[in-house]
């Protein structure tokens, strides 16, 4: 692969930044045909980067094809050896690229509007436009660099295509060859079995009654789709080397900078604990104080806590999960469908292993396709809207890109919400006190950390305490990210 993940750097604008190649993507350029590549080990790192090559075979080829136009725009870019290369050619080459590939987002939130209700349509306008101008894909795709906009807009067209009994079975393979671009999706794939299971796959009628055409046209599309993602690499015999780069539990329970999840707030606890263990009693590992979590492979380790095992964070994703695709066996509708991906999607950040802060994309996206169904679903949008856009801010993190994420992102938060709160109809159910006093707080409360974080901790303490405003914009971003949770759950279940 050519392209530079900018896990390496962000940058903020075409004459801002110069692209530094991360040649650990670039294993499937050498002999032309990404099939025939390896995994290079089964180790976290390649011999000649720091960085993991950590997507499925889909994106391989999706980048190897991108490398056959990039060659005429610089071929330093392609070469594996070319660690901290440097061009204006490449940094170009690949801005276009990412904007030519979200062309699938402006497509996919198009058909979202087409196939909406007549009395709808003014509300799904409103939802694409806060999607497409998202501060979310602005700082990851734009700035950070990456493609979640061209996946991003894969899934809503899964989503879209799901409407329709004519289009579900395109639906489901749509997913398939997504999860084959990218397996963070892999988190959604319980509400897509429930949903196809129920809606094609099972009669009408009776849950007891397998229409067992549609079973076949749907096992037979998955199994062509899964089949040429992965037969080459099996062929190969590199599978085992493949799923190790795809699922890597030795890198630890949190990422560098800690999700804003229930892990964040455990990791919070923990540094808590330290302080006030001799008080109660309690006792700490002397070797776990000074761990931090880390970018790259390795563990996190807590000073009083217990440790946490991946067991258990699938277990209760899992867990979670099960509950909110419960629902769709007795409504199978579209509106079901959706607030069962999107608690799908929030369960794996709450409870995953080593989630990315990006990955709260995974709940903001399905969720805004139904924000605006009514006044407490909106409720419950809310402070997921601003703790997850927030909880994106240490991605960027030098003085230059300040203005950019803080000005365009609240700029956003209060153009949408407002719009949001004016377009929203009125609930037939009463709405929670408790939730809505919560989002007003917590917005409220936002706005001094932001600026606390920001500016102040290092006016105050200079390159001291560095972690601080790390620590305290995860954990209070998770706060948010609960509390809609919790809203969401009690609005889906009551619906």
């Known amino acids: 692969m050519y392209l530079n993940r900018s896990e390496n750097g962000p940058k903020l604008a075409i004459e801002a930044y110069l692209v530094v190649a991360n040649p650990a993507t670039s294993r499937f350029i050498g002999t032309g045909s990404p099939s025939l590549i390896p995994y290079p080990s089964s180790s976290g790192t390649t011999s000649t980067s720091e960085w993991t090559l950590d997507y499925p075979p889909f994106f391989a080829y999706f980048e190897w094809l991108l490398s056959q136009f990039a060659q005429y725009a610089d071929r330093g870019m392609l070469q594996l050896s070319n660690l901290g290369y440097e061009s204006w050619q490449t940094v170009c080459f690949q801005r276009a690229s990412v904007i030519a590939a979200e062309l699938v987002l402006v497509y996919a939130l198009q058909k979202f509007v087409q196939t909406s209700s007549a009395n709808s349509k003014n509300l799904s306008h409103a939802v694409a436009l806060s999607i497409l101008l998202s501060p979310g894909l602005l700082i990851i795709d734009h700035i950070h660099f990456q493609y979640n906009g061209f996946l991003y807009g894969m899934l809503i067209l899964s989503l879209v295509l799901a409407r329709k009994q004519s289009t579900i079975l395109l639906s489901g393979i749509l997913f398939a060859v997504l999860l084959c671009l990218k397996h963070i999706y892999l988190y959604l794939a319980p509400a897509y079995f429930a949903y196809l299971l129920r809606s094609y796959c099972l009669s009408h009628k009776s849950i007891f009654r397998?229409?067992?055409?549609?079973?076949?046209?749907?096992?037979?599309?998955?199994?062509?789709?899964?089949?040429?993602?992965?037969?080459?690499?099996?062929?190969?015999?590199?599978?085992?080397?493949?799923?190790?780069?795809?699922?890597?539990?030795?890198?630890?329970?949190?990422?560098?900078?800690?999700?804003?999840?229930?892990?964040?707030?455990?990791?919070?606890?923990?540094?808590?604990?330290?302080?006030?263990?001799?008080?109660?009693?309690?006792?700490?590992?002397?070797?776990?104080?000074?761990?931090?979590?880390?970018?790259?492979?390795?563990?996190?380790?807590?000073?009083?806590?217990?440790?946490?095992?991946?067991?258990?964070?699938?277990?209760?994703?899992?867990?979670?999960?099960?509950?909110?695709?419960?629902?769709?066996?007795?409504?199978?509708?579209?509106?079901?469908?959706?607030?069962?991906?999107?608690?799908?999607?929030?369960?794996?950040?709450?409870?995953?292993?080593?989630v990315h802060e990006k990955a709260i994309l995974l709940v903001i996206i399905p969720f805004s396709l139904m924000a605006l169904k009514d006044r407490r679903y909106l409720g419950a949008f809310r402070p997921l809207a601003v703790a997850g856009h927030v909880s994106l801010f240490p991605l960027l993190f030098t003085a230059a890109e300040f203005p950019v994420k803080a000005v365009y992102t609240v700029f956003w938060l209060v153009l949408f919400l407002f719009v949001f709160d004016r377009l929203a109809p009125v609930s037939s159910r009463p709405r929670v006190f408790v939730l809505d006093r919560f989002s007003l707080l917590y917005i409220t409360i936002a706005i001094p950390l932001i600026v606390y974080c920001s500016f102040l901790h290092r006016f105050v303490f200079g390159q001291k305490y560095e972690f601080l405003p790390l620590m305290f914009t995860s954990s209070y971003s998770a706060v948010g990210i609960v509390g809609s949770w919790v809203g969401f759950l009690v609005v889906y279940f009551t619906s």
């Open 210 to 354: 397998i229409r067992f055409g549609s079973a076949l046209k749907l096992a037979t599309g998955l199994i062509v789709v899964f089949g040429t993602a992965f037969g080459p690499y099996l062929y190969w015999g590199q599978v085992d080397q493949l799923f190790v780069r795809l699922f890597p539990f030795s890198r630890g329970l949190c990422h560098a900078y800690w999700a804003p999840n229930m892990w964040a707030m455990y990791s919070f606890t923990d540094r808590v604990l330290i302080f006030v263990a001799p008080r109660l009693g309690l006792d700490i590992d002397e070797a776990a104080v000074n761990s931090v979590t880390r970018g790259l492979v390795g563990d996190t380790s807590f000073a009083v806590l217990p440790e946490i095992s991946p067991r258990t964070t699938f277990v209760l994703t899992l867990a979670f999960q099960l509950i909110s695709v419960s629902k769709l066996f007795q409504q199978a509708n579209w509106e079901t469908f959706i607030g069962a991906v999107t608690l799908c999607g929030y369960a794996s950040f709450l409870f995953g292993w080593h």
